[in-house]
């Protein structure tokens, strides 16, 4: 790329307008420029056409894309996609689509535009400017919901192979994968894993979505779907109640409660089986600590230190048994029953 001035001032304000790269990078997602190219260079007039879109402004979109690393603008006002531009793919085996369609939506932007309330306040972004919870709000409108499910599953799917690489969860017989949205986790332990059985548990319009997702894998016969919300109780009967991006979203109280749920049914010698970020070191890790800013102005929880896991825990009947770090960024945070 053309632009490598270091001054701070140039680099300051290439990080200030970083917001536009991911409003460009939302709406090539949202017109799905990415699989309009997955056979190779088209024009932009081509695609304008294929998408529904101003010609010329797709046109100054495409090439401002180009100008970034996720496209490759050739001659006659053709574009390629990169391998940056591949992970866009809605078919990209390990890309984010779901998730790149998600975060620019006026919902969740405009969350993210009220931050300053959130850091003046301390209070949920999000709430403050749509009047709900994200989970009450997502509720009441089917595509809000379906698009983050399939965000949520793109993400799982991006970082699938690192959680089988890091961790070994063939040795449980049966997973509750507790908020385990529309399947895509257990759907691909369960087709690791030949032996294992597996219950999803969320809410009933999230989990509407799971028989698909199941089925596509081939393993719908080894997971039974039950639907509730994990503040009632939680399905019995697992040896490890896995909670991906469960605890994060909430305070403390709400993620206490969520894992007392779990203590009342995690047999003695079962596990559970918290996967998040675990913060780390001042200075590292920006992806954990933008990550904790999102859960601070979208879904109303935080990030958290492995001593804030391990008094949480606590205070819920597991002790902590370790975490084993992930190359996706997260963690499998293991308790068992204390
Ligand atoms: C951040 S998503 C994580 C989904 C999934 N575990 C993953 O990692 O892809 C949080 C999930 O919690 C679910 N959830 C929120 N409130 C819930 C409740 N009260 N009971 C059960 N599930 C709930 C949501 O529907 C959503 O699927």
């Not at 079962?270 to 913060?279: K, P, S, Y």
């Amino acid at each position: 790329m053309a632009d490598q001035d270091q001054r701070p001032a140039v680099e300051l304000r290439r990080l200030v307008n970083g917001y536009q790269v991911s409003q460009c990078i939302y709406v090539a997602a949202a017109l799905g420029i990415a699989d309009l190219l997955a056979d190779g260079p088209r024009s932009s007039d081509e695609l304008a056409a294929a998408a529904d879109a101003d010609p010329r402004s797709l046109h100054r979109l495409l090439r401002a894309l180009a100008a970034v690393g996720v496209l490759c603008e050739e001659d006659d006002r053709r574009f390629a996609l990169t391998e940056l531009g591949e992970a866009i793919r809605s078919d990209a085996p390990e890309g984010i689509a779901g998730w790149a369609a998600f975060v620019g939506r006026p919902s969740h932007w405009q969350a993210w535009g009220d931050l300053l309330h959130s850091v003046r306040t301390g209070e949920n972004a999000f709430r403050h400017v749509h009047g709900t919870d994200v989970w009450s709000y997502r509720a009441e409108r089917p595509e809000e919901s379906e698009v983050f499910d399939r965000a949520m599953m793109t993400l799982t799917r991006s970082s699938n192979r690192a959680f089988v690489e890091a961790y070994d969860f063939g040795r449980f017989g049966t997973i509750v994968d507790v908020g385990g949205g529309n399947g895509a986790l257990l759907a691909l332990l369960l087709a690791r894993y030949p032996a294992l059985k597996g219950v999803l548990f969320d809410q009933p319009h999230v989990v509407a979505g799971a028989g698909e997702v199941l089925g596509a894998a081939g393993v719908a016969e080894r997971c039974r779907v039950v639907s509730g919300s994990f503040f009632d109780g939680i399905p019995p009967g697992g040896d490890a109640y896995l909670l991906k991006a469960i605890i994060h979203d909430w305070e403390d109280a709400e993620s206490r409660a969520i894992l007392r749920e779990c203590r009342a049914v995690v047999p003695d010698a079962g596990a559970l089986l918290v996967i998040d970020r675990v913060l780390g070191p001042p200075n590292t890790d920006p992806a954990a600590k933008l990550s904790d800013l999102n859960m601070l102005v979208a879904a109303g929880g935080c990030e958290r230190t492995l001593e804030e896991f391990e008094s949480l825990f606590a205070e819920a009947g597991f002790r902590l048994v370790g975490a084993t770090p992930t190359a996706a960024g997260l963690s499998v945070i293991e308790g068992a029953p204390d």
